[in-house]
């Protein structure tokens, strides 16, 4: 067979090689994936077994819907993290999005308007971004901890600190229902598994892993590292932007605040779920089954009469045992 | 025939249930260089690091000087007069040369404290002693050569009364001449008494310097020769296990029409006005020191540094070559120097390593087929002969060898008229290397033209049709396969304009 692009006689064959079966291939892909599923499921089961009405459906639905705007931050934030650099300025900038959006709804833009905007906003200031990371070189944590400053000062400034109300009720999607369930859910699981999809199957999501893993290699291998770095901000911009919608549109007002550390949360998301702080592994099935994670250990905490103030404590455990076993698994193979 | 300083008996090892090591026995007599050979993964490293008190047999007995030892760690060892120089150096880049060889055992005045003009002035004698008169005590080591570092290495093993010095790869990052350098250090040492236990994969050295040579294979032993009695054909056939029929293995192509034409090529300061052909079939070779412009040149037709002025010609058509991406679209491709830097991502699979620079290939629309992607990548492992469990294995986890099949197959996959290939077979054991260059024989009478760069004199000389020899990043000769001899080019390598060069 002539699949390789030139032939070559076999040096010395070598048989007995073949694709590895399914499940091994299951388990080695999508591994730290498997032990967050695995933990969501056996705190379902311990947490329902002391209080069983933490497995009600309107429980369920209020922490899944409540939180899916993080997961899908936490995409566009996998992306980047994949692609070696990080964001810490996505809690300001979904501030400043979901700001521009509650003022457009209240102004009497249509709402599609009033729902574009942050994600075409969000994806203009982070081309800014990237253009600064891949063009003038100057490290990602850098430049969007400056990015993260200016939005946070500006937003105050501008707003004075006042709460945008009297949203249109049509705005409000993310309170409406499709087929019965939540709009933020839908949102979360459809968005997941397209962003699983391109970036597992694409030739542009393949090429955003060789850049994590090796920039260097990636670029003499004929990859266009700096307009994918731009690109892949871009797009963490408008994952930026749909996860504002969500945000924006819970609640009847708008605060001119988003919860605090959220760029924190959205990061540990991403880590949490198998996404290597050092670049080029990780999936955004990870990442969305680590907020999964974080909400149901939240609520969890409530149902069997925990202070919540826990919740940190513990995703601060998670956050160092996951990152300990990314380096011993890099150990293992350096 | 004096006895042996340090003896090994029966040592073996295992490491997670793989025997690593099975039943060596090696010694090494003061006055003596005896030479380890052996593929990577052979068990080489793992006997020295015996040797030197990082590993501990399971089995087997180190008698030194005649007592019998058991080393539980490398103070042990050292103790014993057992010092060994690795292959990556260690020392301190912030320090000074003397900070850094008496680091451990200063020498203290009455009161106490360090006795740095006593530290100086023996870090010089020693220096003095390996004929290293040009190297300042106090200079920091981070602004030394690799081959001055390795002196300074050295400089420390002596410091500690090492009777054994054992050299690990003492040559790999070294160019020729700091090699001779280096050789003449040892042979000094050898009579000075000192035993030492020379690893390499260099044929060349190991005929020169050693007395004895011993062959490890699969962590068994082989055997051990007199160094008269055995000769390279016989030495490489017990490292590999099977005879080799010719160490560079020159497949006769037809060489046909230019392919590529370089006129007048500039960058910075390493490409200046360079000017050759490359036709169809023809292996051309680079030659020069390192420093010379060889990589710089490779870097500039393959677009990662775009030339700043001249013509490259492309099957007879100018091109402009901008990024590496363009030169690869044109059908150039470059198996870079450093394959760990430059040539793949290690965390990945071999899989996705060979179709990472012809995606498209096995692409539809934006969605990789990912069938045809492993069908690619499993021909490939087949026929490049890659040793692994599977295409899923990540490339980290392979031999040099191996690894460096997988960048070649990464750029076979992309159909290239014209091959670039930075020291092919740089870390790379005998047998793989051997094997690389039956690939390289195999392309070239496919009609691939082949540029090839490489430190090894009897590489380039071995499988090159033209030679293309560079210093100070001008093309100082260009000889024939006949008229290249090791002189010629050596002068070449060392001239400053071009002389009679066509």
């Known amino acids: 067979m002539a699949m390789t692009g030139i032939d070559l006689p076999p040096v010395r064959p070598r048989t007995g090689l073949q694709r590895p079966g399914a499940l091994r291939r299951l388990v080695s892909d999508y591994g730290q994936e498997l032990v967050v599923l695995t933990a969501i499921v056996a705190l379902f089961i311990v947490v329902t077994m002391v209080n069983p009405r933490f497995i009600s459906t309107n429980n369920l639905t209020s922490i899944f819907a409540g939180n899916a705007y993080i997961a899908v931050a936490a995409i566009g934030m996998s992306m980047v993290i994949i692609t070696g650099h990080i964001d810490v300025s996505v809690g300001a900038l979904i501030g400043v999005l979901a700001t521009i959006s509650g003022t457009l709804a209240v102004a009497g833009y249509p709402v599609w308007v009033a729902w574009f905007a942050p994600v075409l906003v969000g994806m203009a200031i982070n081309s800014v971004i990237g253009v600064l990371v891949a063009y003038a070189r100057i490290p990602s944590i850098v430049v969007t901890l400056g990015a993260l400053s200016i939005l946070r000062g500006g937003l105050i400034s501008v707003t004075g600190g006042t709460w945008i109300s009297g949203l249109p009720p049509e705005f409000l999607i993310a309170q409406k229902r499709l087929l019965g369930l939540p709009v933020p859910i839908i949102a979360m699981v459809v968005l997941t598994i397209l962003a699983a999809l391109w970036m597992r199957y694409s030739a542009f999501g393949r090429s955003l892993y060789a850049i994590g893993g090796n920039p260097e290699a990636a670029l003499a291998t004929g990859i266009p590292t700096e307009r994918r770095t731009v690109a892949v901000f871009a797009i963490h911009g408008a994952f930026a932007g749909l996860a504002t919608i969500l945000f924006a549109t819970q609640l009847q007002v708008i605060q001119s605040t988003v919860p605090p550390n959220l760029e924190l949360t959205v990061i540990t998301a991403s880590v949490i779920g198998g996404v290597s702080i050092l670049g080029g592994t990780g999936t955004v099935i990870g990442s969305t089954l680590a907020t999964i994670l974080f909400a149901t250990i939240g609520s969890a905490l409530i149902f069997v009469n925990v202070s919540a103030y826990w919740l940190r404590a513990v995703i601060g455990l998670l956050i160092l045992a996951t990152v300990l076993a990314d380096m011993l698994r890099r150990r293992g193979r350096a | ?502």
């Open chain 2, 1 to 502: 025939m004096t006895a042996p300083y340090v003896s090994l008996t029966g040592m073996s090892k295992s490491f997670v249930g793989v025997k690593v090591l099975k039943d060596v026995s090696f010694d090494v007599r003061p006055g003596e260089v005896h030479a380890l050979l052996g593929e990577n993964g052979a068990g080489k490293s793992t006997l020295i690091k015996m040797m030197a008190g990082l590993y501990t047999p399971d089995a087997g007995t180190i008698v030194v000087d005649g007592k019998e030892m058991k080393f539980a760690s490398t103070r042990d060892a050292t103790a014993a007069g057992i010092a060994t120089v690795y292959q990556e150096l260690l020392l301190f880049p912030e320090m000074t040369v003397a900070e850094n060889v008496f680091l451990g055992h200063y020498p203290r005045t009455a009161l106490g404290i360090i006795d740095w003009p006593e530290v100086r002035a023996r870090t010089r004698q020693l220096l003095d002693q390996l004929d290293t008169f040009d190297l300042d005590v106090d200079t920091k080591v981070l602004s030394l050569s690799v081959a001055q570092r390795q002196r300074v290495e050295i400089a420390k093993a002596l410091s500690k009364n090492a009777r054994v010095l054992i050299m690990d790869e003492p040559t790999a990052s070294l160019v020729e001449a700091d090699v001779q350098r280096l050789m003449a250090v040892v042979r000094q040492l050898r009579e000075r008494g000192v035993a030492i236990v020379y690893v390499s994969h260099r044929m060349s050295e190991i005929f020169a310097l050693a007395d004895r040579v011993t062959v490890l294979r699969d962590g068994a032993h082989v055997g051990t020769r007199d160094i008269g009695e055995v000769d390279e054909r016989e030495l490489v056939s017990m490292m590999v296990g099977r005879p080799i029929d010719s160490l560079f293995p020159k497949a006769e192509a037809a060489i046909g029409e230019t392919v590529l034409e370089v006129k007048n090529l500039n960058h910075g300061r390493h490409v200046r006005d360079i000017s050759f052909a490359l036709r169809k079939g023809e292996i051309l070779g680079i030659a020069g020191l390192v420093g010379s412009g060889r990589t710089e040149l490779a870097l500039t037709l393959f677009g990662m540094t775009p030339a700043t002025s001249g013509e490259i010609l492309l099957d007879g058509k100018p091109v402009r070559i901008a990024s590496p991406r363009q030169a690869r679209d044109l059908g150039i491709a470059y198996v870079p120097e450093d394959r760990g830097l430059q040539g793949l991502v290690k965390s990945m699979a071999i899989r996705k390593n060979v179709s990472m620079a012809s995606i498209e290939g096995v692409s539809s629309g934006i969605f990789i087929k990912a069938g045809a992607e492993a069908q690619r990548a499993l021909d490939a492992v087949k026929r490049l002969g890659v040793r692994c469990r599977s295409i899923a294995q990540p490339v980290g986890e392979l031999s040099g060898g191996n690894q460096q099949k997988v960048v070649i197959a990464k750029w076979l996959q992309t159909n290239p008229k014209v091959l670039i290939l930075d020291e092919p077979t740089r870390g790379v054991d005998v047998g793989a290397k051997a094997e690389i260059h039956t690939i390289m024989g195999e392309l070239v009478k496919q009609g691939v033209a082949i540029l090839m760069i490489s430190s090894e004199l009897p590489e380039v000389l071995g499988m090159s049709d033209r030679l293309l020899v560079m210093n100070g990043g001008r093309v100082t000769g260009v000889l024939d396969r006949a008229e290249a001899t090791p002189e010629r080019v050596g002068a070449a390598m060392t001239r400053l304009e071009t002389g009679e060069a066509a």
